[in-house]
T-cell receptor, first 117, second 114 residues
């Protein structure tokens, strides 16, 4: 399978614990995006990388959230001291900046569903 | 603020009929991209159709077509010959800035009934 993969698919944790999610983009894609989706809503942008550089972060991304993309390949999203309000689906997407650039299709992964008890 | 609005939370259509989903957006940018994404129940989000704002011709992909009204900032999706597999959440989205982040609407849940 050469699509975007995310692990784990589901995560249940207790309030106050730290969690880390991983995203493996399509191999030739240099852009990687993280979004958060709550039930019944559209995804909201969190952050994006071009290669290994984190170029934009949403104000939604509090100090408890950190994302990395070492070597411009896979990415991790860590949430420290989780709160019940962090419960959501975390989506990763990747795209290429070549050609249409920002207009290129973003390919989404299956998401990681986080439940904070 | 740059926004995308979908005013129809739910819609239903009979199999083989045509349905139109509405979307409006707001931006001061002159060049941008608009998208419709489909999210089937418990499945991944996939792109349905894309429209570049600088192109006047409406995009078409098989049974899916858009009505892009730039002056009115409207971008509706028409699904012809609806199939049971079209049942999904549909999101209208836009890209305004160079980074390419998508701004999504609230979604329209479409049910295709046999």
């Amino acid at each position: 399978d050469t699509g975007v993969s995310q692990n784990p698919r589901h995560k249940i944790t207790k309030r106050g614990q730290n969690v880390t999610f991983r995203c493996d983009p399509i191999s030739e894609h240099n852009r990687l995006y993280w979004y958060r989706q709550t039930l019944g809503q559209g995804p909201e942008f969190l952050t994006y990388f071009q290669n290994e550089a984190q170029l934009e972060k949403s104000r939604l991304l509090s100090d408890r959230f950190s994302a990395e993309r070492p070597k411009g390949s896979f990415s991790t999203l860590e949430i420290q001291r989780t709160e019940q309000g962090d419960s959501a689906m975390y989506l990763c997407a990747s795209s290429s900046s070549i050609g249409e650039g920002r207009g290129n299709e973003q390919f989404f992964g299956p998401g990681t569903r986080l439940t904070v008890l | 603020a740059q926004t995308v609005t979908q005013s129809q939370p739910e819609m239903s259509v009979q199999e083989a009929e045509t349905v139109t989903l509405s979307c409006t957006y707001d931006t001061s940018e002159s060049n941008y991209y608009l998208f419709w994404y489909k999210q089937p129940p418990s499945r991944q989000m996939i792109l349905v159709i894309r429209q570049e704002a600088y192109k006047q011709q409406n995009a078409t992909e098989n049974r899916f077509s858009v009505n892009f009204q730039k002056a009115a900032k409207s971008f509706s999706l028409k699904i012809s010959d609806s199939q049971l597999g079209d049942t999904a959440m549909y999101f209208c989205a836009s890209i305004y800035n160079q980074g390419g982040k998508l701004i999504f609407g609230q979604g329209t849940e479409l049910s295709v009934k046999p």
